[in-house]
């Protein structure tokens, strides 16, 4: 049984950063994909970052690139996102996710990670 625990968000103004943590157990994680997702009050969940489990490729959704970093220390099975030059739009309840079969053409795919953890609120005020 997949367990996913995130930890780290928190209130931040504007311009702000903060720190995300996915603490990922229950089964060996080899060829997995990480990702993150987050939503907002009446939106979708929108797709974030995505990491292999190798830690060799990484994916961005459009709306973070350049201020977002994903990462993992597969020594300790976590997974950071490394969140700078905060917005208020970047408010929404972050979760981390998992997926097994790591299509490539499901990176973006919400649906096609299986396990997910319980979601972490970041607020940025303006």
């Known amino acids: 049984q997949v367990q996913l625990v995130e930890s780290g968000g928190g209130l931040v103004q504007a311009g702000g950063s903060l720190r995300l943590s996915c603490a990922a157990s229950g089964r060996t994680f080899t060829n997995y994909r990480m990702g993150w997702f987050r939503q907002a009050p009446g939106k979708e969940r929108e797709f974030v970052a995505a990491?292999?489990?190798?830690?060799?490729?990484?994916y961005y959704g459009d709306s973070v690139k350049g201020r977002f970093t994903i990462s993992i220390d597969n020594a300790k099975n976590t997974i950071t996102l490394q969140m700078n030059s905060l917005k208020p739009e970047d408010t929404a309840v972050y979760y981390c996710?998992?997926?097994?079969?790591?299509?490539?053409?499901?990176?973006?795919?919400?649906?096609?990670?299986?396990?997910w953890g319980q979601g972490t609120q970041v607020t940025v005020s303006s």
């Open positions: 990491i292999s489990w190798s830690g060799g490729s990484t």
């Open positions: 996710a998992a997926d097994r079969l790591a299509r490539s053409s499901d990176i973006r795919n919400r649906y096609a990670y299986e396990s």
